[in-house]
């Protein structure tokens, strides 16, 4: 840490800085520590446009590799650095993107016609196009939100994708509901708040909970930094929120699952409080040659608890089917 000389005194101020931005402006010092992790990693925060429409993403590596780039899509509310705990643990040659999805972070907002899952399959096409991405096949995983708006994907563009991950997707009917599911009913026709939104500290804590098997033990000054960069944006998490739980949105994945031709990987954490588990058996009844992992003792935040299992997972897969690609090109 650099320490600077001032009429023989030595003043601390980078100590000073981080003191003063964690007492006072936690979020902006949670915003910091991400850009220094993406600088660590390697990761280069980048825009492309689709006409007036702006994507914000951030890449490592260059397509063309041994394995299929990657493209990576976040969950709801979250954004892009969500995923940076999983790429720590991916091999530093290995081409990936991740995404901010409509209307996250830096990403355009517009309004309710791109926050629907197929709006937002659209604008991802958009995306893959304004970054030649689909000059050959990619991987792509989804999680949650994310994983609903991969599978769809998958549906709609099969040609563009050398196989697919969802990892706890949304978009099922699933054989067993959790209560959070049961909630959503309650929640589409009254005021009641919304549990993955919170406003409060205690809901934040709650949301957590919800996400995560595994308390976090985050120090109150993370909390707050946490709830200060998402206040700002709820009423558009309520917008997006309300908008992926309507009926032409909440069985997008399952009502897609036919036409999915692509090798499928499914991840999904036993403990998950917000999607159950049981979908992973719908997957694997509707798409027979899909490859199913449960991980125990592990709940809907898979990349945030279970990061290097899911990087490790990722890339065996890839490999896998790298293998059998060469296999049915010898065959044939």
């Not at 909390?223 to 997008?252: A, C, Q, T, W």
């Not at 990722?314 to 060469?326: N, T, Y």
Request: aromatic share 8%; with cysteine; net charge neutral.
């Amino acid at each position: 840490m650099e320490l600077i000389l001032l009429s023989g005194g030595i003043l601390v101020l980078p100590v000073f800085a981080f003191i003063t931005s964690f007492l006072f402006w936690p979020g902006v010092l949670l915003k910091a520590y991400n850009w220094f992790w993406r600088y660590r990693l390697g990761l280069v925060v980048r825009y492309s446009h689709s006409g007036s429409y702006r994507f914000c993403y951030c890449s490592r590596g260059t397509p063309g590799g041994a394995t299929p780039s990657l493209l990576l899509l976040h969950g709801f509310s979250a954004t892009k650095d969500m995923w940076l705990p999983v790429v720590k643990h991916l091999p530093k040659g290995q081409h990936l993107v991740c995404v901010d999805m409509p209307g996250h972070e830096g990403t355009c907002r517009t309004g309710p016609e791109d926050y629907s899952i197929q709006g937002q399959v659209t604008r991802i096409h958009q995306f893959v196009q304004s970054i030649g991405l689909d000059k050959r096949p990619f991987h792509l995983v989804g999680t949650s939100m994310g994983g609903n708006v991969a599978g769809v994907y998958a549906a709609r563009y099969p040609a563009q994708l050398s196989g697919v991950t969802l990892v706890c997707p949304a978009g099922l009917v699933y054989p067993t509901e959790t209560e959070f599911i049961r909630r959503l009913r309650a929640i589409e026709n009254t005021q009641e708040s919304i549990p993955l939104i919170p406003s409060t500290p205690q809901e934040l804590e709650d949301m957590l909970k919800l996400c995560c098997y595994s308390p976090l033990n985050l120090p109150r000054q993370v909390m707050r930094g946490l709830l200060d960069n998402r206040i700002p944006n709820n009423d558009f998490y309520k917008e997006v929120f309300m908008e992926i739980v309507r009926e032409k949105s909440r069985h997008s994945l399952q009502e897609n699952l036919h036409l999915i031709t692509s090798p499928v990987q499914v991840i999904w954490g036993t403990e998950d409080q917000v999607v159950d588990v049981s979908g992973a058996s719908v997957l694997e009844a509707a798409l027979p040659n899909c490859q199913v992992v449960l991980l125990d003792n592990c709940g809907h935040s898979v990349a945030l608890e279970r990061p290097r299992k899911a990087a490790n997972l990722i890339m065996d897969f890839l490999s896998a089917q790298e293998v059998s690609c060469e296999n049915t090109k010898k065959l044939s």
